[in-house]
């Protein structure tokens, strides 16, 4: 009894701890990684500065959002699977119910006229733009790797498809280990037992094929809980990556409009917390008959691969992160989806948002203020809704 008590109270702990993480880490998965590193590592003292490196190491490396999967992994090492999932559920939780807030009532009530949900376009196509520089400084440093970026870029803007966005990260980790590889030094073997880290990869491969057949046969909510486990589960590059993997499952295939997109995109940057957690507001407004129920499928549809994929990767990344194979091809691939992100930047971002020149000096008025005047994303945000806001007032 005492010991199911000492359980509950780190559970809560671990909740409170997160929770509270949640509701004021703004920022991105970068400020994200810092807030954690200056909790746990330096504040509680959870683990030491090495290991947290490697955790972050590992979830970098994994597909999926890389700060809700370091969250998840502290839990677990703290509390175990219940641990994780507490860590996983006080991080997210108040984004997603604000992001759900801001849906039902644009669903239902319309919350906001067409001239905020274009204030919001237009700030979330300056995001993009920033983002895109970012990760192109980061990945595409060499002619190499530039070119990558570019031939991915152009395949998924000549061939707009879901497929695509696969074959394409597949074939630029092929390419990766042609290109990258360094030849493999001999390291001492490490004997390892029994790992149960094969059952949860086995799960997370069970589970997509199961929603797919569900999908196909049954349609409705398990298209979009099999649209958003797909995403979750091969988005590499952080989370502006999710922006043209969404819109080529949801836009290209007129499950959403453009404009509902691009809103929840922008108004996801105003809330603190993780990225993903834009799936509860896409899965509102692609399920308009169900939308709760849609927004709820899509973060836990979402999310779920990451706890797959941490438990069952944790085990062997000791032995995985010193390959020169698994370097290479994640090389290209955060090349390769580097492109994505630029192909989504003219489709749907420039071509539904920008319709005037005034949009175009709104445009260059956002990114001043990101970039030359490094404001918080989220002021931005609402700064843009707000100049949307006035500008309906006036031509009203």
């Known amino acids: 009894m005492m010991m199911l008590a000492e359980q509950y109270r780190?559970?809560?702990?671990?909740?409170?701890?997160?929770?509270?993480l949640g509701c004021t880490s703004f920022g991105g998965p970068i400020a994200h990684l810092a807030?954690?590193?200056?909790?746990?590592v330096r504040k509680r003292r959870w683990l030491d500065e090495a290991e947290y490196t490697d955790l972050v190491a590992l979830c970098q490396f994994l597909p999926g959002p890389a700060s809700s999967q370091v969250g998840l992994a502290l839990g677990y090492r703290k509390g175990g699977y219940a641990g994780a999932f507490a860590a996983w559920l006080g991080f997210t939780m108040p984004s997603v119910l604000i992001l759900l807030l801001f849906a039902l009532g644009m669903v239902k009530g319309g919350l906001f006229n067409d001239t905020v949900l274009h204030g919001l376009k237009i700030v979330a196509m300056a995001i993009v733009i920033q983002a895109l520089w970012q990760m192109g400084q980061k990945n595409c440093n060499t002619r190499t790797k530039f070119a990558v970026m570019l031939i991915a870029a152009v395949l998924m803007s000549v061939f707009v498809s879901a497929w695509m966005q696969w074959l394409l990260i597949v074939f630029s980790a092929l390419a990766g280990v042609l290109?990258?590889?360094?030849?493999?030094q001999k390291r001492p073997s490490e004997k390892r037992g029994y790992s149960r880290g094969w059952v949860w990869l086995a799960t997370l491969c069970l589970c997509g094929v199961v929603l797919y057949a569900a999908a196909v046969w049954l349609g409705g909510v398990w298209q979009i809980a099999d649209i958003f486990y797909r995403v979750g589960a091969s988005v590499f590059g952080g989370g502006h990556v999710v922006l043209p993997m969404l819109q080529t499952e949801l836009v290209s295939t007129g499950k959403l409009s453009a404009d509902w997109f691009l809103a929840g995109y922008g108004l996801a940057q105003a809330v603190p917390g993780p990225l993903f957690t834009l799936a509860a507001f896409l899965g509102v407004a692609a399920l308009p008959q169900m939308p709760l129920w849609g927004g709820v499928v899509a973060v836990v549809a979402i999310f779920a691969p990451s706890f797959f994929l941490v438990f069952g990767v944790l085990p062997y990344w000791q032995k995985w992160r010193e390959t020169d194979t698994a370097r290479a091809a994640l090389t290209a691939v955060n090349a390769a989806v580097t492109g994505l992100l630029l192909a989504a930047l003219y489709r749907p971002v420039f071509t539904e948002t920008i319709g005037s020149a005034v949009?175009?000096?709104?445009?260059?008025?956002?990114?001043?203020?990101?970039?030359?005047?490094?404001?918080p994303v989220w002021l931005v945000v609402l700064a843009g809704a707000l100049a949307g806001y006035l500008v309906g007032v006036l031509v009203a």
Not at 35 to 40: A, K, L, M, R, V
């Open 359 to 375: 949009d175009i000096v709104w445009l260059a008025l956002a990114l001043w203020v990101l970039v030359r005047l490094k404001l």
């Open 35 to 40: 807030y954690f590193h200056e909790e746990f």
């Open 10 to 20: 780190r559970l809560w702990m671990i909740f409170s701890v997160f929770l509270r």
């Open 179 to 184: 290109l990258f590889r360094q030849p493999e």
